[in-house]
């Protein structure tokens, strides 16, 4: 699968490789012109849709380890890739060149600016692995940032991990919305004072703080405890 294949610059290479190949082209007269170009290619299949509205679990090929490619928009990027981790389970790995920026974060570790919701998701839910980057200079027109090419091999079955994924989502997203305020003051305006005060964690860090592990043991706790609330 080809996100935003454009002009069809990578489209023959990837073609050459004999699998079945679709493409999510957005503009219409780039789609039109896909068409054109790669009409007696029978393995060339084509869709003129927003990437964010594809199902990606159904445009994934059950028969084959499904590998998704793209120099993606990097006014989406985030949501793409959001979109993306919501499909883990059925795309095997994804190569893609984003802005410099965007594929820090994605690999940047707690106690650090760069850390947040995007880091998070990224390494729940992937092997991430920086390829090289791409300077600004080999582009015309040139854009003011460099570029940087990822590889995200998907790990599979994460949700299934949580007793509840939303919960998790909602509680790291409500804490990084509010960085710099300690996670006590932050899960106040989710949760009760009296469930707070049940959890075995220190509430006084700061999100940017918290490993991975570290906030699945805290969402887990919360999600005992309302649990418990609900059941007395």
Known sequence: IEIGPGQGALTGMLLASGDPYLGIEVDPQLADLLTVRFAGEPQFNLLQEDVLNVDLTRAANPQKSTVLAGNIPYNITTPILFHLFDAADHIYHAVLMMQKEVGDRLVAQPNSKAYGLLAINSQLFADVERLFTVPASVFSPRPKVDSVVVRLRFKKGVRDQFSDFDLFRKVIRNCFQQRRKMLRKSLS????????????????????????????DLTEAIYRHLKEEQSG
């Open 189 to 216: 305006i989710l949760f009760p004072s009296t469930l707070l005060h049940k959890l075995d964690a220190n509430l006084t860090l700061r999100p940017e703080q918290l490993t991975i592990p570290q906030w699945i």
